[in-house]
């Protein structure tokens, strides 16, 4: 019996590659029962991300069940798996327990030691345990990487700071004005790094938003999707005032906002600090902005060195990390291997070997029409 991952990540192959293997979070249920039926698993659960695609597989009948998967996926999305066979990894029994736990544990990601990974992954479970596919391995497999996850989270200092542009924004808002529940916003352009952000800020219960764009119905698109209220671009400084935090992100090759003006607005705001994140570069607010009291500004080089110096900081948290994960990962081995021989015993004394290659093309392509 072999426990094995198939899989493509951020490391192996770059986005326009990895998509073509992805799978729809509408079909995931679906394309897990066809995977278990096609390459003739006992067990089976899709990871699909956009960072990466994992097939986790349990096989005990029959020893092709590799190519039987690579198969599935060239039938699937309709494409020539050897053209991308050098993008792909394969990881057996301890090999795939020792990556599953770096994986839950933020490890394998782009940012390390952060924890979206880990809600995704239980989204699959979830999607794994509808479809009827795992098993008493793979259910036991990723409890034990939820635990494992949680373990390194509490006992390390691998998942603590914020690791983001964005993240680390809003918590230099927070710090400087106190928290946020209260506070105004404006948002100065549609960019997509400032549309992340002000997710950010709308997760952490910001008060009011107000947006403002040369293009009107960009405004009103990102003032519908977080019920901001829509500021013309022409009159936008007659709102400084009122606001706390200026988010500006356009494509203006000139300045934006001068220290003049914020220097003249200040007096109307009874000095109450004022925090701006520049994001745009060219850069929107001129520098010396920063020199005024109770001004905080921050470009994008600015917030940069701060996600820097925080993954450097993880960085140095790896060690105890993979301490926890080795312990888990044996833990978990020996009992697999326990399962393992307690399966081979039970196929000797009778069990039937499933042979073949799995279901046709036509009839996969017919049930992948289905799903879709």
Not at 106 to 129: C, H, P, T, W, Y
Not at 212 to 229: H, I, M, P, V, Y
Not at 253 to 274: C, N, T
Request: proline share 2%; glycine share 6%.
């Amino acid at each position: 019996m072999d426990l094995t991952v198939v899989g493509i990540n951020h490391k192996t192959a770059p986005v326009e590659i990895r998509e073509k293997f992805s799978f729809h979070p509408k079909q995931v249920v679906g394309v897990n029962r066809l995977l278990k039926e096609t390459a003739l698993l006992s067990e089976n659960l899709i990871l699909s991300t956009c960072n990466r695609v994992e097939l986790y597989a349990v096989c005990a009948r029959h020893k092709d069940y590799i190519t039987n998967i690579e198969n599935f996926l060239s039938r699937y999305h309709n494409l020539n798996i050897s053209d991308y066979k050098d993008r792909f990894y394969v990881y057996k029994n301890k090999e795939a327990v020792e990556h599953l736990f770096k994986v839950a544990c933020g490890l394998d990601s782009m940012v390390i030691g952060e924890m979206e990974i880990l809600n995704q992954m239980k989204k699959a479970f979830q999607d794994a345990r509808e479809s009827t596919t795992t098993g008493k391995i793979l259910n036991r497999l990723f409890e034990k990487a939820f635990n494992t996850a949680k373990r390194v989270r509490t006992e390390t200092f691998i998942s603590r700071g914020a690791v983001s542009v964005s993240s680390v924004a809003v918590r230099l808002a927070e710090k400087i004005l106190g928290g946020l529940r209260d506070k105004k916003v404006l948002i100065i352009g549609a960019g997509k790094v400032g549309e992340k952000l002000v997710l950010n800020l709308k997760k952490e219960g910001i008060g009011t938003m107000l947006v403002t764009n040369r293009t009107l119905e960009k405004a009103k698109d990102l003032a519908s999707r977080f019920s901001a209220e829509i500021v013309p671009f022409e009159d936008f400084k007659s709102s400084l005032a009122r606001v706390d935090i200026i988010i500006t992100s356009t494509g203006s090759p000139q300045y934006v906002i001068g220290k003049d003006e914020i220097s003249s607005l200040m007096p109307l705001r009874q000095l109450r600090p004022l925090f701006i994140i520049d994001l745009a570069v060219p850069r929107d607010v001129q520098s010396e902005v920063n020199k005024l009291d109770n001004v905080y500004l921050y470009n994008i080089d600015d917030l940069q060195k701060t996600v820097d110096e925080t993954i450097a900081l993880r960085s140095n948290e790896l060690d105890s990390c993979f301490k926890v994960i080795d312990r888990s990962s044996e833990h978990f081995h020996h009992w697999l291997l326990k399962e393992g021989l307690r399966v081979d015993k039970e196929e000797a004394r009778g069990e039937k070997q499933a042979v073949g290659v799995g279901l046709p093309k036509e009839q996969v392509s017919a049930c992948a029409g289905k799903i879709s």
